[in-house]
């Protein structure tokens, strides 16, 4: 039997994605991008990327709720994006503790206001730790990283980032995140690092193959292709079709977008952008293990234990 499973940002908080060259990190990224603004009628979201990998998650760019995607190389827009994401958290913690809210969707209810949730999405924190927590004038830049993993939940600003194995995370983040995604791993001792199983995932597993909460998963993919090209192009209609509903597109000035409300966007062309390939399928289908499929946002389904 095989069931969804979720990325909760008001449950979980942040979230840290372990895998090798290769593995899939940067996909699940783009995936809990896009997965984001799904389905979200009278919500807001704002997404903004510190790329110190490759470069993969440039082309979300196109999406009207994703502020800037900023490579790691941009010094200055790094900092712009982190000052002013602490800036929102000093902000938010008096406004949030006078109405009394525990999480962004309380404060929503409790007030009225249609706050936004704020993603950042950090592919290679290994990279930008070693950047940015080494020399006393960026360390104060690193910290903002660090606040938001022990404060945003409550407030409605969330981290998702990829290292490639568990020692390149210091002990300060990994004890401040609860929920992990492991992909393929360079090694069967890096599994035991993390305490995951070291039956679950091998060295033949194909890019996408998790661990997630013990169980073997397969991380959802934009479009039903894995084809970063074919993304690109699904990505570049998305936003088209909600500008001829009306809605207007974020600013990119690292600063937070005003508020998007993903009422005006097709449900069906968004749904359509996160469904599983027919290679996931296939793969599904022929594994001996359930696998389930990685749709960030909705709640998790009680799961039968195996
Ligand atoms: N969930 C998935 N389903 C199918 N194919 C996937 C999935 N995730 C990734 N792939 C494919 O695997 C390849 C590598 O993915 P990705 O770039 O996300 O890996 P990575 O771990 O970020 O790599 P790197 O360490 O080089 O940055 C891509 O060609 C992508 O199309
Ligand atoms: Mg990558």
């Known amino acids: 039997m095989q069931e969804a499973v979720h990325f909760e940002p008001d449950r979980d908080g942040s979230m840290l994605v372990y895998g090798t060259s290769g593995s899939g990190k940067s996909t699940v990224l783009r995936t809990i991008a896009i997965a984001a603004a799904i389905g979200r009628r009278t919500e807001n979201v ?6 110190f990998g490759s470069g993969s998650l440039k082309s979300l760019e196109v999406l009207p ?5 900023i490579p790691g190389d941009d010094a200055e827009r790094v900092q712009r ?4 994401l602490a800036a929102v958290l000093d902000d938010r913690g008096k406004r949030f503790s006078a109405a009394n809210a525990s999480s962004v969707t309380e404060y929503r209810e409790l007030t009225g206001r249609d706050e936004s949730r704020i993603i950042l999405l950090l592919d290679g924190l290994p990279q930008f730790r070693s950047e940015w927590e080494s020399t ?3 360390m104060p830049f690193y910290q903002v990283f660090m606040r938001i993993l022990g404060e945003g939940r409550p407030l409605g600003v969330h981290v998702v980032a990829t290292a490639d194995r568990s020692g390149s995370v210091p002990t300060a983040v990994s004890s401040n995140v609860s929920r992990r995604v492991i992909l393929r791993l360079s090694d069967e001792n890096a599994y035991s690092l993390l305490n995951a199983p070291k039956d679950v995932l091998d060295e033949r597993s194909g890019p996408g193959r998790a661990i997630v909460d013990g169980f073997e998963t397969q991380i959802a993919v934009l479009g039903g292709t894995p084809n970063v090209a074919e993304q690109t192009k699904l990505l570049g209609s ?3 079709s909600c500008g001829r509903a009306g809605s207007a597109r974020s600013p990119r000035s690292g600063r937070c977008p005003p508020a998007w409300r993903w009422t005006s966007c097709p449900t069906g062309s968004a749904s359509s952008l996160c469904s599983a390939s027919p290679r996931t399928r296939s793969r599904r289908a022929a594994s001996t293990r359930p696998a389930r499929s990685w749709l960030p946002g909705r709640r998790w389904p009680a799961r039968p234990r195996r």
């Open 46 to 51: 704002e997404v903004y990327g510190l790329d």
């Open 65 to 69: 709720h994703v502020g800037s995607i």
């Open 81 to 84: 994006v982190l000052r002013t």
């Open 136 to 138: 006393s004038a960026r």
């Open 238 to 240: 998305w936003p088209k």
